[in-house]
């Protein structure tokens, strides 16, 4: 990227309220190496032959929008932006200045996804305090009975804690106290094991608080005339860093503007890092057959959950099309 020469100028017009830079381009006038990394000639003050930029917020601002949200910007992200600018110009916290910069960037926040891992950490279920106590709400709603009673036929037993000395007898005393240890150790490791359970998981995912408290949903003050849900879970949402002015209208969401599948040409099976994984040649609703891409079962199956997969035989080969009609995403666009 080449700098306009009107910029060119704004650059020198910097230096002139900037008394460290003054400072600097005297010295290196009466002496040209007094300042190890920095040169003057040609009325241009660089350092490691990159342009200085004066302490001019509104300049950089105007530097940071040419290299990111101009066209030839692109809407980069910030280690783009920061390589290229910095190979031109210099000033001090360049890099910081662009991350920040790029953060805030309203039009970033609301059409880029977000680069850092899944949201909310894993919250295991607490440890249970007697035999057999905890289930998983669907298990017991699909067995209708604890395993305990599936295996005895008696609902469990009542766990209460013993107390040394409880019995008068010896053997009894001794029994249930090692009983006691049994289960103290059994609770340790499975708290240790849920522990490394919870480390594993979480290494890939970031925990995310929006400074309200442990919330896990939002729900959101939307436009009147809003026909999606108001209640978001945490993984849909994004800070914004920037006060950027509430829109009163929501981002268009037509059912033409989401691209829907129409039907599956065919199937392969495909290697994804070291495990095998399927794909469907999927022809898009509006695009000829020849445009259909390969998509991952399991990641177009999450898109388009109602998108029924049912074979239906054509002649030519077996061809899975669409049975719920178009309606794939009506009411969705969360993705
Ligand atoms: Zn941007």
């Known amino acids: 990227m080449i700098l306009p020469t009107e910029l060119l100028e704004d650059i020198r017009q910097s230096w002139v309220n900037d008394f460290t830079i003054q400072q600097l381009i005297t010295d290196l006038q009466d002496s040209p190496f007094s300042h190890i990394h920095y040169t003057y000639h040609f009325d241009q003050l660089r350092r490691n032959g990159k342009l200085v930029v004066g302490n001019d917020v509104h300049l950089r601002e105007k530097l940071l929008q040419l290299f990111h949200s101009s066209a030839t910007g692109g809407h980069s992200g910030a280690n783009v932006i920061a390589r290229r600018l910095s190979a031109i110009v210099y000033w001090p916290g360049l890099w910081r200045s662009v991350q920040n910069f790029v953060r805030e960037c309203s039009i970033c926040q609301r059409y880029k996804y977000e680069t850092v891992a899944t949201q909310g950490l894993l919250q295991p279920l607490p440890l249970p305090t007697g035999n057999f106590i905890d289930l998983t709400m669907d298990f017991i709603e699909a067995i209708q009975t604890t395993p305990f009673e599936a295996l005895y036929g008696v609902p469990p037993p009542l766990y ?176």
């Open 160 to 335: 209460v804690p013993y107390v040394h000395g409880d019995s008068h007898v010896e053997a009894v005393d001794l029994y249930i106290r090692s009983r006691e240890t049994a289960i103290a150790l059994l609770q340790h490791h499975l708290q240790q094991a849920m522990n490394r359970m919870k480390q594993q998981v979480d290494k890939h995912r970031t925990d995310r608080e929006f400074d309200v408290g442990d919330m896990s949903a939002y729900r959101l003050r939307l436009p009147s005339d809003a026909i999606i849900h108001n209640v978001f879970h945490v993984s849909l949402l994004k800070p914004a860093y920037a006060s950027i002015a509430a829109s009163s209208e929501l981002p268009p969401m037509s059912r033409q503007s989401v691209i829907q599948p129409q039907a599956i040409l065919d199937r392969r099976i495909v290697k994804r890092k070291n495990a095998t994984a399927t794909q469907l040649l999927v022809h898009w609703q509006g695009y000829s057959p020849a445009d259909a891409t390969w998509e991952f079962t399991d990641d177009f199956q999450l898109h388009y959950p109602f998108f029924s997969l049912r074979t239906r035989n054509l002649g030519e080969g077996s061809i899975v099309t669409n049975c719920n009609g178009n309606s794939a995403f009506d009411g969705g666009g969360n993705q």
